[in-house]
C-alpha cells in the first residue's frame, strides 16, 4: 500500500513539473525567444509528452509499448535532427511521416509476439476470429492478448466470480469484444495508441462485484459489452 502511494505520489509530482515547465515555455514563446534549431515551444511540449509517455510504460515494465512513442518523439524532432547532421534548410525531412509510424507499429507487434508475458489464463489471436470463454471461478488475473485478429470473449459461471480480479487486453491491429455481466462494476485502466476503445458508462449503483480491466491498445479497436 505504501509503495502505491508513494508512486502516486510520484506520478502528481512528475505531471506537475511537466505542467509548469508548459507553461513557461509558452509564456518564452509569446515573448518570441528563439529557441534555435527548430526548436519552438509546441515541439518541447510535445517532447516532453511523449517522454512522459515513455516513462510510464518504463515504470509500468511495459518495454514493447515504448517504441510507438519514441517514434513520435524522432517525428516531433526530425527538423532538428536534420539541421544537426548538417542537410539544407530546404531538406530537412529525413523520412516519411507514415513509414516511421508504420515501421513502430511492425516493431511494437513483433515484440509483443516475441517477449508476451504470460499471467493466469491467457488467450492469444492472430489474423482470425476466435471466441474464448473464462470461467467465473478462475478470474483473478486473465490475458487477452490479440495481434490482428478477432477476439469475443465471454464469462461462464459468472456467480462463482469472488470479486477483485483483473482482466489484462493487449490489442495490436485487431478487435477485442470483451462481453460482462450488466451488473458488475469495471474499473479501467486504458493505454491507447491511434486505436478505439469503448466502454459504455454505468450509472451509479450497487454492484454484485468489481473487475479492474489494463488495456493496452495501439491502432486496435477493444469494446466492453454488458449483458
Known sequence: MRSSVRTK?????FWGVVLI???????????????GYGVNVWRIIGGVLCLACIVDRVAERRFTDIVIPLA??????????AHAIGRPDDD???????????????????????????SGIVTS??????????????LSDAEICDNMGTVQAYVTNPEAYEGNGKITISDNMGSVKLHLPSNWNVVANCHDNMGRVTIPEQKGGVYDRTLRIDIYDNMGGIEVIFE
Open 125 to 138: 489471436g492472430k489474423l482470425g476470429s476466435s471466441s474464448v470463454y473464462f470461467d467465473g471461478a478462475d
Open 21 to 35: 515547465g508548459a507553461a513557461a515555455l509558452l509564456i518564452l514563446n509569446g515573448l518570441g525567444v528563439d529557441l
Open 9 to 13: 505520489i510520484s506520478n502528481r509530482i
Open 72 to 81: 513520435f518523439l524522432f517525428l516531433i524532432f526530425e527538423p532538428t535532427i
Open 92 to 118: 530537412l525531412n529525413l523520412i516519411s511521416t507514415w513509414t516511421v509510424i508504420l515501421a513502430a507499429l511492425l516493431l511494437t507487434v513483433g515484440l509483443k509476439v516475441i517477449f508476451r508475458e504470460k
